[in-house]
């Protein structure tokens, strides 16, 4: 059996038959891809092949010659079903790097984006700007999913001992295995809805909040729509009640000086400025992803630290 669209430019073997290389099966699936309108087709294919054959990007080139046997084409032609099915590569493969960090995910965890690496660099320059990462400071990460931007930040803050919380014990199981396989032992997990369950004071607080607004899920792309928890996208009639959540109870949380930095969706940050001024937070100007989309927000807690 060969992968779909298998490459027909390959060898024949000495029966006749198509031989399916590892670099042929993989440019025929980039071609698949791109075909069925996949942004990043080539990418996907390596990985896709890379995973089936527990190679990295080195060894596929450096096993490019090598003859695909009937299992690793049959696998390889499984995933692809998956992928055109609008399935998120990193969910078939159940990994996505974030903050040159690999995380674990599955169906109870949302995939870590790398536009929310903007919370982790906005986080960092506010610790800079202070006294530096030595330091020993406390962090909470509020829906921390599979534990990407705490484990990312404590990764960087030698001295920082973190705690993240989840309404979901299957994603919290999985922040706990992320953080023993990047050897992180500073992180503690905890069961509550958002900083019910904590008591301060802490220098930082980030969170990367469910911001759709309920009614616009059903018009997300399908790789989100039917992928993601939707507990991890539903933010409620206008998108913000999280980050009323988060206003009510972090500010008793922070010491002086600290900071809380958030995603924000597109066009949300006046909303969200409003709200954390409300609740007697400074917020900053925003900072922009890739893209030119405020993505990060901060506010700080007035006094000194």
Known sequence: ?????????????????????????????????SAAGIEFAELDARLVVGHVLSLDHAALIACGARTLDAAEQAKIAELARRRLAHEPVARIIGCKEFWSLPFRIDAATFVPRPETEMVVETALAAIDAAAGRSRKLRIADLGTGSGALLLALLAELPAAFGVGTDLSPSALRVARDNAQRVGLSRANFVACDMASALSG??????????????????????DVRDF??????????????????????????????????????????????????????????????????????????????
């Open 1 to 33: 059996m060969t992968t779909p669209g298998a490459d027909t430019a390959v060898r024949p073997d000495n029966d006749g038959a198509t031989v399916v290389t590892v670099a042929g099966a993989r440019r025929a699936l980039a071609k698949q891809f």
């Open 201 to 222: 004071p802490f220098d930082l607080v980030v969170s990367n909040p469910p911001y759709i607004a309920s009614g616009d899920i059903a018009a997300l792309a399908p």
């Open 228 to 305: 993601d928890p939707l507990m991890a996208l539903d933010g409620g009639t206008d998108g913000l009640a999280c980050y009323r959540a988060i206003a009510a109870s972090v500010p008793a949380l922070l010491k002086p000086g600290g900071a809380l930095v958030v995603e924000i969706g597109a066009g949300q940050s006046p909303a969200v400025a409003a709200i954390f001024a409300a609740a007697g937070l400074a917020p900053s100007p925003p900072r922009a992803d890739l893209n030119g989309v405020a993505r990060a927000l901060m506010a700080t807690k007035y006094g000194d630290t």
